[in-house]
């Protein structure tokens, strides 16, 4: 439906209330979450280990989550307001940004409190995902009483745009051609005599939806550029010479932001894995086909049994080179996936624009 042009001097009378009642972080800051924290991101600072040890800046919101069990003490400010935009059209939600703010550092001991308000509400703008308001929240963060930071989720409520169809073919690349309904021979009831009473194909009425695109960037745009070569590209620290996987603006040894590639063997060897389980998804469920030509591969991800979707291996695979990379391990069953298996990389097509790299495990490899 269209979406309903709501006053804007309803919608301010959001701003200044709170999302939720005064709340206090369900642990201290502490050393172990420190600790975890670095790990997980491959932070080394020295800042955060020792004696005088603080926490990552960037850890500020993870003080104020509730965990499993949430938060109970909700506002109802926010749903009523998310539930006025519904009413009127605006019906799909997209995170957009968010900022922080570090007043001052926390350190092991201290106890965070906070409380969070729908800081603005934007008049209705136009966007390519369709018209919406943009819906700011503010949560002012306290360590013992003294402020410590700021942290600002920006969101937009919007009425989906229409979209055209998609075809074939841009428009630049059939500009000039005959269209395909001129090049079809005339219908007609007669087949020819050969093929008469042969059964004749028919048009797939629900074409295979594609998988969900991955999201190219300035600083992730030449991998994907690689991989489009059949070329898997680590960068490669001109300062410090340090490899890192995946791609980042500059590197963690030693800051630089100059970089080059190298790139990989492609062997490897799995280091951890899961399986994956999922309800039936449409873009996995039916087997795709290695970049070679080769045809379907039965354990590739999202191979098929008729027509549902199989359970499938996802790994993290150390390559050669010692960075590691989460992909699909393919050429096994999911069951016979094992740590320490050696694996090679190949380039799966997954539709006619997309290719990925998955990891084969390499012949005698299977446990």
């Not at 919608?11 to 005064?22: I, Q």
């Not at 922080?100 to 201290?110: A, F, K």
């Amino acid at each position: 439906m269209n979406p309903v042009r709501l006053a804007y001097e309803q919608l301010k009378t959001y701003e200044g209330r709170p999302t939720s009642a005064p709340g206090v972080g369900k642990d201290l800051v502490n050393e172990p979450m420190i600790r975890h924290w670095c790990e997980a991101v491959g932070d080394t600072n020295p800042a955060y280990q020792g004696p005088d040890a603080v926490a990552p800046p960037t850890m500020l919101q993870a003080w104020t989550m509730g965990g499993l069990s949430g938060h109970a003490d909700r506002s109802g400010a926010y749903d009523e307001l998310s539930g006025l935009l519904d009413s009127a059209g605006y019906t799909s939600i997209v995170a957009t940004d968010c900022e922080q703010e570090y007043l001052r550092p926390l350190r092991p001991g201290d106890r965070i409190t906070f409380d969070s308000v729908i800081e603005s509400v934007s008049e209705c703008k136009t966007t390519k995902l369709g018209v919406g308001h943009f819906i700011t929240t503010r949560m002012d963060i306290r360590a013992d009483g003294e402020p410590a930071g700021t942290h600002r989720f920006r969101v937009l409520k919007y009425a989906p745009a229409a979209r055209l169809p998609k075809t074939d073919e841009r428009p630049s690349e059939t500009a000039g051609r005959p269209s395909k309904t001129a090049e079809r021979p005339p219908e007609t009831d007669e087949r020819p005599p050969e093929t008469a009473d042969q059964p004749q194909p028919q048009p797939s009425q629900h074409p295979r939806p594609r998988r969900p695109r991955p999201v190219i960037n300035r600083d992730n745009a030449g991998f994907w550029e690689g991989v489009r070569g059949h070329r898997l590209l680590i960068q490669r620290c001109t300062g410090c010479r340090t490899l890192r996987f995946p791609w980042l603006p500059g590197c963690n040894t030693c800051g630089s932001p100059e970089w080059d590639t190298v790139e990989a063997s492609g062997a490897g060897t799995v280091f951890s894995y899961v399986v994956m389980h999922h309800p039936p998804f449409p873009a996995f469920t039916v087997a795709d086909t290695p970049a070679d030509g080769a045809g379907p591969d039965a354990t590739a991800p999202g191979a098929a049994d008729s027509g549902t979707a199989s359970p499938y291996a996802v790994g993290l695979i150390e390559l050669a080179e010692g960075v590691r990379m989460v992909s699909n391990i393919v050429g096994v069953p999911y069951d016979k996936v094992r740590i320490g298996m050696p694996v090679r990389l190949e380039f799966l097509c997954a539709d006619e624009e997309l290719e990925l790299p998955v990891f084969r495990v390499a012949e005698g490899g299977e446990g």
